[in-house]
């Protein structure tokens, strides 16, 4: 994403992850230049859960995985899970563990 203007303006509403950011230059009257470069670091990973019997254990093991860092879920089923994450923010041990830590079994699928 390139920007031009005002930094207040470039910033109001973001809700997006910046990864790097890049001063290109700075102009007179208080305008700067930026260059925003974002790097992919998602691994994809899916998982067997053992343990899951029913919705309610699809919405403990959401929410258990909603609070690991850098993770997106595309889709928690009973005994399964499908996700990406962002490896400088978690690894899989640790959404693994996630699960682990109320009363599930995960593992890693090949």
């Known amino acids: 994403m390139y920007w031009s203007g005002p930094l207040d303006a470039m910033f109001a509403g973001f809700r997006g992850e910046l990864l790097e950011r890049h001063v ?3 102009t007179p009257g208080g305008y700067l230049h930026l260059l925003y470069m974002e790097r992919n670091m998602q691994e994809t990973l899916t998982l067997s859960i053992e343990g899951m019997h029913c919705g309610a254990c ?5 929410t258990a995985l ?3 860092a850098g993770v997106r ?3 928690v089923d009973v005994g399964s899970a499908k996700l990406s ?3 400088e923010q978690a690894t899989a041990g640790e959404i693994v563990g996630a699960l682990d ?5 995960a593992h890693i699928e090949k």
Not at 101 to 105: A, Q
Request: glycine content about 4%; hydrophobic content about 50%.
């Open 24 to 26: 290109i230059f700075d």
């Open 58 to 62: 699809v919405r403990r093991a959401t």
């Open 66 to 68: 909603q609070r690991v």
């Open 73 to 75: 879920l595309d889709l």
């Open 85 to 87: 994450f962002n490896s």
């Open 101 to 105: 830590r109320i009363g599930f079994v």
